[in-house]
């Protein structure tokens, strides 16, 4: 299987965080482009969920499920915007 | 709050006394990917091992061929729950490549074309226990299964093998790779069940 | 409408959670698909286009989640999908086959808050383009549209094996009107008299039957990853902004 997108991510991020972080803006570390999260591209068929830039391929944030834990890395993302709704 | 499913059971998974625990039989070979396949002509491929004074030992596809291509049987397990057993696989062993490198560290990181890392401690990849692996099934490996060539290391979950491998880098320290520093063990000894930190 | 703040339903009020799903109704949709719908009596409401996890646990604990995208959407407990068969997949032939009224199932939602629509005050016109199964939020979106009598202009290309592989079939052609434009392209089998159609959707089909870059439509598309990979990169060339295309995947080749 080959990506999906960002938007993909929404159910493993609403574990953790209380709002919709895939809309959210933020920026590449790697090449600098601001997207939404939604905008990722997105690999589930792994040891655990990577989103990558979809202009440069950077890794942007990993997922790691072990059931009773889980591991969140967003260390390819700087400044992510988050609205008020 | 998670209750049994009816009727669910999964994927078939049979009980083998050959699979570690947590381990389920497959007879297809999944493809895993976290990001794009990089597809590496042989006749640009290289592989590299820096030592800790920064020099570089390299070998062409040719020049690594030349160091003997050995048949090997293999049972790999990945950390998603699947294995497959008594694959066969033809590689050029990793004690092969170390014959000539002096060094006096105990680590090394796993490079690949495309980005991916992985951290092994030496002992683990040395003493006929790993390879650097370009058929599988009597294939030339896929580029959806690391080829031209990828780490083989057997004993360990299946991300240590590293698809597209390009070089080791001597480390003094065991400092963890791409899964290792986003939950995964540093080791991962399938029989320990070493998944997770 | 929604042109109320205080009578428009509040999104960021519908949290996702964890839900206990009943199976209130399973019915065939297509030869190799089928039509759930479940009763959540906790389920908040969910906007068009949104999708949720459906998590299903074996005896021996061993558990497996995949996304569907939701048919309904709105202030309802009656949360409708539609799951196609995946040969030798490991949930949809289940979800498919085996699932049975009654049965209980774990649901993660209502998830994402980006390929979603809502009904707006401003006329831009959305185009829709699915593939197969990818129709399921369309159609929410659609529908949606429709209940709302919101003025923009609609339009859904909709790539699809044969007639009989058609998804909500009834539902969209009922939806057809002065806002709403439905187009089928056939891959394999097309109604009679129409065998000349026949074909995948290429770059030249985006151009002739979809709406046109210069009036800026939003456009939405959904269906296996490689189907939304080449329209995506199509309609960019035809001069769609990469701000007005929004995507979802669905997975395979
Ligand atoms: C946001 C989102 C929404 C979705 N909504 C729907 C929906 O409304 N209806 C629906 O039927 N599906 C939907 N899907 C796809 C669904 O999540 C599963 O991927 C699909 O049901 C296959 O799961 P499986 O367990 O049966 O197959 P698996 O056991 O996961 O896979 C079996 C084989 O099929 C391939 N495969 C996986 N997914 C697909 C696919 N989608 N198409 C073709 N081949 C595939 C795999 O690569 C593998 O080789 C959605 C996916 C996403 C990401
Ligand atoms: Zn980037």
Known sequence: MTHLDGNVLAGALADIFSVDLTPASARCTGCGAVAQLAEAMVYTNAPGIVARCATCDHVLATVVDAGDRLWLSLTGLSGIELRRA | MSFVTRGFSGRARERDPRLPPGQTLVQDWPVLSAGPTPRIDTAEWEFVIRDETGADHRWSWDELLALGVEDITADIHCVTHWSKLEMPWRGVSVDKLFENVESQYDYVMAHSYGGYTTNVPLEDLLDGRAWIAIEADGEPLDPEHGGPARLLVPHLYFWKSAKWVRGLVMMPDDDPGFWEQNGYHLRGDPWKEERYW | ?253
């Not at chain 3, 309904?72 to 086959?97: H, M, Q």
């Not at chain 3, 829709?128 to 009598?149: E, F, N, Q, T, W």
């Not at chain 3, 151009?207 to 439509?217: G, L």
């Open chain 3, 1 to 253: 409408m929604s042109a109320d703040p205080l009578t428009r339903p509040d999104t960021a009020r519908r949290r996702p959670a964890w839900h206990v799903a009943t199976v209130a109704e399973l019915a065939p949709e297509t030869p190799t698909a089928a039509r759930l719908v479940l009763d959540v009596p906790t389920w908040p409401g969910n906007d068009a286009g949104a999708h949720l996890d459906v998590r299903l646990t074996a005896p021996d604990g061993y558990q497996a989640t995949r996304s569907y995208s939701i048919a309904s959407s709105g202030e309802t407990s009656r949360v409708v999908l539609a799951v196609d068969e995946v040969p030798d997949g490991e949930v949809s032939p289940f979800l498919v086959r085996e699932l049975r009224p009654g049965d209980q199932l774990e649901l993660h939602g209502p998830l994402g808050a980006f390929f979603v629509w809502q009904p707006s005050r401003d006329d831009r016109p959305v185009q829709l383009i699915a593939g197969g199964s990818g129709v399921v939020p369309l159609y929410a979106m659609a529908a949606s549209h429709a209940a709302a009598a919101d003025p923009a202009p609609f339009r859904l290309l909709y790539s699809v094996r044969t007639p009989r592989h058609v998804f909500f079939a009834d539902e969209l052609a009922a939806l057809v009107g002065p806002a709403f434009d439905l187009d089928l392209a056939y891959t394999r089998e097309a109604p009679d008299g129409r065998q000349g159609d026949i074909g995948r959707i290429t770059k030249d089909t985006l151009a002739a039957r979809t709406i046109p870059a210069a009036r800026r439509p939003q456009v939405f598309v959904c269906g296996p990853t490689g189907f939304v990979e080449a329209v995506a990169s199509w309609l960019r060339a035809l001069g769609h902004a990469a701000a007005d295309i929004r995507t979802e995947r669905f997975g395979g080749t």
